[in-house]
């Protein structure tokens, strides 16, 4: 990870943004926070927006709070995005892992027996909390019971997967969505353009992120493929065909997506329950795949012989 993020300017988070902000003026921030939404809708981007709006109070250069956006020239958000503000550790998976493993928790534990810079706050920021193992869950479990003084966890959690209860219970649960209306909208700030004239309408759908959606855009202009004239089945047979499953690990998330979502528009538009049957036992393949490191290609080829092209 280069950089933390490559936004400057913070969308669909206004009210979140200001409930946070009344509690650090009223010094009632919890500090134990748990953001938890679907995956690709801003939240660790919302939580380094925040952050920095804390860290840099007393700069010359702060956060605007009213635009929602980091000063390019911010000292704070530029040690930040390099990661080496002394106030801000971040945990998240490493390249070609499957677990947030418990050295790194190890790590942010000793780091936060240190000095804060300036006795200022510190923030702790865990992004896909849900990746922890059983032993880094542990280990960030008993610095949750008994944290050190100016010491504040952000923890990121994709709702659709599970994680401890007994994390859940210790933080305070704030829960973000964005409906099918609010992503669009979203979207066409960011990229200042419309999403629906650039995509055909079958991929704006309750399962696309935000951050989906986007990555989606920029994997079709990459690859010339016009997502106007071209619909999921025909995308999914495109992607298996040419095995870009194996290209990197959002692409074979954003494939597993649009695995969802064809399987949600047959089911939708027919009410067949052999469809809804299918849906289960392929999605119980790819989460045995996914477990026990089968062999992926195998799983995709079944999917684009038997179901797609039956």
């Known amino acids: 990870m280069t950089q933390l993020i490559n936004k400057y ?27 938890s939404g679907p995956k690709g809708i801003g939240k660790f981007t919302f939580s380094i927006h925040f952050i920095n709006y804390i860290l840099s109070l007393n700069e010359d250069n702060k956060y605007d709070d009213v635009k929602f956006t980091i000063n390019k020239h911010n000292k704070s958000f530029s040690l930040m ?35 804060s810079f300036n006795s200022e706050k510190r923030f702790i920021l ?14 960030l ?18 709702n659709s997967k599970k994680i401890p209860n007994t994390i859940k219970s210790r933080s305070i649960v704030f829960k973000k969505n964005f409906s099918i209306r609010e992503t669009i909208s979203v979207i066409n700030k960011i990229i200042d353009d419309d999403i629906e004239k650039l995509m055909h309408k079958c991929y704006l759908n309750k399962y696309s992120s935000i951050g989906e959606l986007i990555f989606l855009l920029d994997f079709a202009k ?22 870009f499953y194996k290209s990197d690990h959002q692409t074979f ?33 790819i989460n045995s795949t996914l477990k026990y490191n089968l062999d992926t290609e195998t799983l995709f080829f079944e999917f684009k012989n038997k179901i797609i092209n039956e």
């Not at 300017?9 to 134990?32: R, W």
């Not at 016009?226 to 025909?234: A, G, Y």
């Open 141 to 158: 479990l008993k610095i949750l019971e008994e944290p050190p003084e100016n010491i504040y966890f952000f923890l990121i959690h994709n």
């Open 253 to 285: 998330d954003l494939i597993i997506n649009l695995i969802h979502s064809f399987f949600c528009e047959i089911y939708t538009s027919t009410k067949d329950k052999d469809i809804f049957n299918l849906y289960s036992d392929f999605i119980k393949k």
């Open 222 to 243: 990459q690859n010339e493929i016009n997502l106007n004239s071209i619909e999921i089945k025909d995308l999914l047979n495109l992607m298996i065909l040419k095995k």
């Open 9 to 35: 300017k913070l969308f669909g988070y206004d009210e979140i943004f200001a409930e946070f902000k009344v509690m650090e003026n009223d010094k009632i921030l919890p500090n134990k926070i748990l953001l």
């Open 81 to 115: 995005n390099n990661l080496s503000h002394p106030n801000l550790s971040i945990v998240n998976l490493k390249n070609n892992k499957k677990n947030i493993e418990i050295d790194q928790i190890r790590n942010i534990i000793t780091n936060s027996q240190k000095s």
């Open 126 to 139: 865990v992004d896909n909390v849900e990746f922890l193992n059983i032993n880094a869950s542990n280990a």
